[in-house]
Structures are given as C-alpha cells and as structure tokens.
C-alpha cells in the first residue's frame, strides 16, 4: 500500500519546473534523467567504473545546495567517477513500485556488473533508502547517516517522528533496511546515540560487517557536519578505493576536534550536567585552538558561577577529550 497519492500526478510551481529541465539537461548530457512515477527521478552520468548511488530529495538538493545539483555531483567530479542519483519529491522514503521497477530492469539488464566500485549513500530518509536498495549490488559499500531501518509499525512503533507513514508498505519489496544489506561488502551506519530513536535503527543494522560509528552530539543532521567539516568527500574518496576502513573513519573524525559547532555542543553539555570545573577546562582547551567568542562567554559564566561558589578553576588545564 502506497502512501497516500504518491501515484498522484503532483502541481509543481514554474520555479520547479525550471530546476527539473536544468537536472534533465546535465543527465541527457552526461547520461541519462529519467522519471521513475510522478515524484521521483533518475539522473545517471556514465564516467568511469566506480559508481556512486545517492539517495536525495528535493529539499536537500534546492536548500541545502547552491547550485541547485545533486550532492553525488560533488563526489565524482573530482575523481571522474559514475554517478546515479535517485532523488524524491517529499518524504516518500522512495516506498514506490516505480522506484522498485527502476531497480529491477537496472539487475535485469547486468547495469551494475560493469562497474569495479560501487558506494551507496544516503542520510536519514535516504540513508535508509540506501541501505534498502543496496541489494542490487553484491559488493557495494554502504554508507549510511542517522538511517531508519523500517518505519513498519509492528517493528518500528516506538518511532512516532512519521505518523504520516504509518500507511505505507515497509514490509514488501526492498521493505526491511536490515535484511537489505546481507550482500554488501561493508556496511558503515554513522549515528548519534544520544538520539534515542536513531541509535534504536543503527542497533537493528548489527551484523559481522556492519561498523556502527557513534557520532556524539552531531544530532540527527550528521551528513552536514561532516560537509561542514570537510570530511564527507574523503570518506567517499576513501570507499572508493573498496578499501575503507573503521580506523580510516576515526582518522577523519578527529576532525570535530576543531569543528566550533562540535565543541560548542560538547562546552554546552558539560554546563547543562553541572559539570561546571570540566566545562571551564574545556573552555579553555577550545579557545587554546580555535577562535570562538561562545566558548569565551561561556566560560566568563562558569568562572563567575564558580567565583560565586568561592572556587575557582585549577591554574593548570587538565587535558580533556572533546
């Protein structure tokens, strides 16, 4: 059962339209645009024989872009490889026989055997479209942000962040994420466990293979942090190579060590726990590395906080881990 009219034609503003024949001209010219139904679309560009499959929407694409391109087009261009971008119109979780018929004629037609490397990626919504449909591809690598793996309420019921799809079909083709994920090769789920609802998901996808990556304090929007950290386009770069590693991953994630955002979130929690000696060391192990006028207000409150205590913090910084 689909969800709701997603079979229905969908009213898109000129706006819409325009950025839709802008996508199909750079797939006609690079490949191929195709529409899979009424609310998602194909766009292939055919380079070389690493291939990366993403799985985006609208929004992601047209807010979160400036150019308006689907982020695949980032990972490739540098290196020349394949892309193949599934992109949705609304929070369908790509739940649709047209997108599911797609897959289907890409095996019957060996599309994927011509390629040495494949990488499927996706971030919630699409983080579990990419772990669904990474079946297609015995061998693939999979990289998943904050993903679900099902929205099926006899299995998912302690998730009510989607009532809207409470409707749909999780359990027919391509249904469970988990299962889904057997044939790759190795599978990386990138979560944060302090989202109750996200670490629920990411504790479904244990298997041999499967690297679970705690992400503490990026929340649900990983995939951002790690564009805004410049670690998204290596860890693509690096499962390319089929070789990506769990030490590869925390190599790159060190990165938060000097991410403002990421300390600012660590600095604040410590405060909220009454953690108040530990906030204002880490304060200052921060405003050691980085320029950031919010650590230096916080630590202004916690040394008057402790002031008003009659303590104050140790002349001498304890080394801390952010």
């Avoid at 041999?208 to 705690?214: A, E, M, Y």
């Amino acid at each position: 059962m689909q969800h709701g009219d997603a079979n229905a034609p969908v009213k898109r503003d000129t706006e819409t339209k325009e950025w839709l024949a802008h996508l199909e001209e750079i797939g006609e010219e690079r490949g191929y645009f195709q529409p899979l139904g009424h609310r998602h679309f194909a766009v292939f560009t055919d380079e070389s024989p690493t291939l990366v499959v993403t799985f985006e929407t609208f929004d992601s694409i047209r807010n979160s872009r400036g150019g308006g391109e689907p982020l695949a087009y980032d990972f490739v261009k540098e290196n020349g490889w394949s892309s193949l971008t599934i992109i949705a119109d609304g929070n369908t979780w790509f739940r649709n026989s047209a997108v599911y018929g797609y897959f289907d004629r890409l095996i019957d037609d060996g599309f994927f055997e011509d390629f040495d490397q494949v990488i499927f990626f996706g971030a919630g919504m699409c983080g579990y479209a990419a772990a669904a449909y990474s079946v297609v591809s015995p061998g693939a690598t999979v990289i998943t942000m904050s993903p679900q793996a099902t929205l099926d309420p006899r299995v998912a019921e302690w998730d009510i962040r989607f009532p809207s799809m409470r409707r749909t079909s999780f359990s027919d083709r391509y249904g469970y994420a988990p299962d889904m994920i057997d044939a790759a090769d190795r599978v990386f789920v990138f979560y944060d466990p302090g989202e109750e609802m996200d670490a629920i998901h990411a504790a479904l996808f244990t298997r041999p293979h499967v690297s679970k990556i705690r992400c503490n304090l990026m929340g649900s929007h990983i995939d951002q942090d790690f564009i805004n950290m410049g670690i998204l386009q290596p860890l693509i770069d690096a499962a390319g190579t089929g070789n990506l590693t769990e030490n590869d991953v925390f190599k790159l994630y060190r990165a938060r060590r000097n991410y403002a955002p990421y300390l600012r979130r660590f600095a604040n929690r410590l405060h909220e726990d009454d953690r108040t000696v530990f906030c204002g060391i880490a304060c200052r192990s921060i405003l050691e590395r980085i320029s950031a006028p919010r650590i230096h207000r916080l630590l202004a409150t916690v040394e008057k906080e402790l002031a008003d205590q009659g303590k104050q913090l140790p002349a001498v910084a304890v080394k801390t881990t952010a």
